[in-house]
């Protein structure tokens, strides 16, 4: 989804108060249906109401049945979301309380357990054994296991404010079993992206690939399948990505824009996995079906490039520019293509870069260095 697409999505989703829920401002979802098409004045699908019962959002549900006027609609939506702000204050406020009851259990009973080990030196054992089987204790050390254990999976060797100890543990409970983050998560975490640890993302991005996959098989809407390879993809999940698109039959997809997204996000998938000629073939299929789109140039511009056939790869990228990708983005993926690449072929797209433009391309001296760097520390370690 273009940049532009998704502040616009978000401009709808702060129009109608529902910034704080994530479907709200993601494309394919049942509430951005609902959203769009009122925005567009268009007939809202029945499969896509019914989200609205699930989200509890009985003003939009007035709303799509002509009872509200949109002035009083945006009144009794304020109310809700304060509700639902509300809700989400109790959650972390209850887990704060949890917590504070266990430290204040935890000295509490090593108080009572000191006592009792002066007053009773005889019954010393016996008292730490009781304390030991104490329900209570198991409780609290099973949950001080978890949260040592969510810490060290999603933010190994971080320091962490304590002042944000609360909330990242939330959010890890909440990723961790598998569930959504909040959009007001989500730039929590963009805004303190040292909490945003690779693992965090991966597990992340696997929540929304599921999600948008099960939103797929209950609506069979093919974007929906789109997003779900793309979020695998971002979870280093391609096999996955691409087993799910490989379920669908795109001699009957009739749409060209559709059609150019399942064969270039499908390619990607492929191009992840090495299964090089595949995703060739894909990309080549998408560019003929949408000639003007910029996506599967840079697909194949990706690929001849880390095939090593630097000058058909940058052609590729040149298309790409040519039909509205930003030289901006394109360094970008050079950039993250030049730190996978072995070290032959980094000095060759070096040279390559460097040759074709030397002041754009300066980067890679950096880059290069770094590299260095970093293979120096792998042999060391």
Not at 143 to 171: C, N, T, V, W
Not at 207 to 228: C, G, H, I, L
Not at 276 to 292: C, D, F, Y
């Amino acid at each position: 989804m273009s940049a532009t697409n998704s502040q616009k999505t978000l401009d709808i989703a702060r129009k109608y108060q529902l910034v704080d829920i994530p479907q709200a401002s993601q494309i394919a979802t049942r509430l951005h249906i609902v959203l769009d098409s009122l925005e567009k004045g268009k007939t809202i699908p029945e499969f896509a109401l019914s989200c609205l019962e699930d989200e509890n959002l009985h003003a939009l549900r007035k709303l799509t049945r002509n009872e509200l006027s949109f002035s009083a609609y945006e009144k009794m939506a304020k109310a809700e979301i304060t509700a639902r702000q509300s809700a989400k204050g109790k959650e972390l406020k209850q887990v704060q309380a949890e917590l504070k009851t266990l430290k204040e259990e935890e000295a509490a009973e090593a108080k009572k357990a000191e006592a009792v080990r002066r007053a009773e030196a005889k019954k010393a054992e016996a008292a730490r054994r009781a304390y030991e089987n104490d329900p209570r204790t198991i409780a609290r050390q099973k949950a001080r296991a978890e949260l040592l254990a969510l810490r060290e999976k999603y933010s190994p060797g971080f320091f962490i404010d304590q002042d944000d100890y609360h909330r990242l543990m939330i959010i890890w409970r909440h990723v961790d079993q598998g569930k959504r983050l909040s959009e007001v998560d989500l730039a929590w975490l963009s805004t303190n992206e040292e909490y945003f640890s690779q693992e965090l993302r991966r597990k992340y991005h696997a929540n929304e690939a599921k999600y948008y996959e099960a939103d797929f098989k209950q609506t069979r809407n093919p974007w929906s399948a789109v997003n779900a390879c793309s979020q695998y993809r971002k979870a280093e999940m391609a096999s996955s990505g691409d087993r799910l698109l490989s379920t669908l039959n795109l001699s009957s997809v009739k749409n060209a824009k559709l059609k150019s997204a399942l064969l270039t996000t499908h390619g990607g998938a492929k191009r992840d996995q090495r299964l090089t000629k595949e995703a060739i073939r894909m990309g080549e299929e998408a560019h003929q079906v949408t000639p003007q789109n910029f996506r599967p140039c840079t697909l194949l511009g990706a690929i001849y490039m880390e095939m090593g056939q630097l000058s058909l790869g940058h052609e590729w990228y040149q298309k790409a520019i040519e039909r509205g990708f930003s030289e901006r983005a394109m360094d970008s993926e050079l950039k993250s293509i030049f730190m996978k690449a072995d070290k032959a072929g980094r000095e060759k797209l070096k040279a390559f870069l460097l040759k074709e433009d030397h002041v754009r391309f300066a980067w890679v001296h950096k880059l290069s260095s770094t590299s260095k760097k970093l293979g120096k520390l792998s042999k060391s370690a």
